[in-house]
T-cell receptor, first 114, second 113 residues
Framework: AQSVTQLGSHVSVSEGALVLLRCNYS??????LFWYVQYPNQGLQLLLK??????LVKGINGFEAEFKKSETSFHLTKPSAHMSDAAEYFC????????????FGQGTELSVKP | NAGVTQTPKFQVLKTGQSMTLQCAQD?????MSWYRQDPGMGLRLIHY???????DQGEVPNGYNVSRSTTEDFPLRLLSAAPSQTSVYFC????????????FGSGTRLTVV
């Protein structure tokens, strides 16, 4: 069964600094991987996805993530943090096109200091 | 298009009461799922469906029932509410996971007292 581990429940960065949110996955088949963002009191919005095409995936708001099979990782990065990036971020995995099951990690809350 | 619509947005139940959380989508999506969100635990999958008439259990199915009689609707039933079911519930749908990911509703905040 697939699973996701997000390292660090809280990450704090200064405005303009690099954002790095870590995600490791476990899957018995080639996975599809996703990052979602949740702003306070809102639903989840898709940031980006990996579906077995390019390993470096670009998403909305300047975020990107790199799929590394050897490390079973899909870390999310942004070169320069903005105050509006403060939110909770979730990594999720599905086992390709097998049955519609999407499993989430525990989430990482990102704080951005001025 | 309305997307994924969840009702109600807020609900308070007494222990032992039953209720149904409604979820409807107008995108003709085959896949639908219910999640609960609790602090520090992320989103946990309760039940999911890959099409009308087909449902399966997720990570935390106990205490919840679902059915999928139409493509559009995927209600979640709490048979006998317990305080441990106090949570925010999200419904989501997807045409396929391959290319679009899941689209989420705005959530239902449920409190069981």
């Amino acid at each position: 069964a697939q699973s996701v581990t997000q390292l660090g429940s809280h990450v704090s960065v200064s405005e303009g600094a690099l954002v790095l949110l870590r995600c490791n996955y476990s899957s018995s088949v080639p996975p599809y991987l996703f990052w979602y963002v949740q702003y306070p009191n809102q639903g989840l919005q898709l940031l980006l996805k990996y579906t077995s095409a390019a390993t470096l995936v670009k998403g909305i708001n300047g975020f990107e993530a790199e799929f590394k099979k050897s490390e079973t990782s899909f870390h999310l990065t942004k070169p320069s943090a903005h105050m509006s990036d403060a939110a909770e971020y979730f990594c999720a995995v599905s086992e390709g096109n097998q049955g519609g099951k999407l499993i989430f990690g525990q989430g990482t809350e990102l704080s951005v200091k001025p | 298009n309305a997307g994924v619509t969840q009702t109600p947005k807020f609900q308070v139940l007494k222990t032992g009461q039953s209720m149904t959380l409604q979820c409807a989508q107008d995108m003709n999506h085959e896949y639908m799922s219910w999640y609960r969100q609790d602090p520090g635990m992320g989103l946990r999958l309760i039940h999911y469906s890959v099409g009308a008439g087909i449902t399966d259990q997720g990570e935390v199915p106990n205490g919840y029932n679902v059915s999928r009689s139409t493509t559009e609707d995927f209600p979640l039933r709490l048979l006998s509410a317990a305080p441990s079911q106090t949570s925010v519930y999200f419904c989501a749908s997807s045409q396929t996971i391959l290319h679009y990911g899941y689209t989420f509703g705005s959530g239902t905040r449920l409190t069981v007292v």
